[in-house]
């Protein structure tokens, strides 16, 4: 995880997320990219007749702000022991996201539902989203991974490992049912040995919900991260999560998450 991307702006949960982003830039000997967007679109118009026009002095503030954090980030930064760089883009949010993480490992950024998860689909680059007040330190205590033996699952899996490792508490969390096809999560155990990561299988009746069943559980275990595929309709501007994905994303008391597609 050398390549690691993290949305930069001025929200309430910025400090946190990037003292984040540099634990883990110092676990894992990796590189920050931060990344500040002006989307010009938000300051264009159109009128009746087809015609469009930019609201420029408005525009031009924008930008000189995003110059302001960009120096201000990399005032911080530069004391540290961390390499990085700031990227600035002018485009709308999840098209800029989707660029800069191209060629990144790892993309940190607040919770958004709707931003996440279409970005984990767009990119295929696992999201790691932070609650405004969290701050993860490596290695961790105890994390959980939700198992179902599909693809997004196995992206999510893989995709954690690096933040996996020297955590003494990984459990694989699988919901089992009275049919003939619940699946074992031993394939995803012999993985992560394969990867140095000792795990617990945690197997668990179905409750109400499969999503309440694995908040219940993820509580129980004192996890500080929730691992878990991102299930959803590909290409879609609108929010159309399956349950589980929806419940996390949007309901859900806020902790650390790791999705991915």
Known sequence: MRSILVQAGRDAGMSARLDTAMAIARFTDGHLTLLIDTPIHKYVSVDPYGGSYVAREAL???????????????????????????????????????????????????RDAALCGNLALETRVPVLIMP????????????????????????????????????????????????????????????LARHGIKADLVEVARGASVEQTLAGEVKRLGAQLFVLGAFGHARLTEFLFGGVTRYFLRDAPALPLLIAH
């Open 60 to 110: 031009d503030a924008a930008l000189s702000a995003d110059d302001e954090l960009a120096a201000a980030f990399e005032g911080r930064l530069l004391s540290d022991d961390v390499p990085f760089d700031v990227a600035q883009y002018e485009a709308e949010p999840l098209a800029a996201l989707a660029d800069a993480a191209r060629l990144s490992d790892l993309v940190v950024m607040p």
């Open 132 to 191: 405004e007040s969290v701050r993860l330190a490596l290695p961790l205590q105890a994390a959980a991974i939700a198992w179902d033996g599909g693809d997004p699952a196995a992206a999510a899996l893989r995709g954690a490992v690096p933040l996996l490792r020297g955590c003494p508490s990984v459990s694989v969390i699988t919901v089992t049912s009275d049919g003939p096809d619940a699946f074992p999560a031993t394939e995803a155990l012999r993985y």
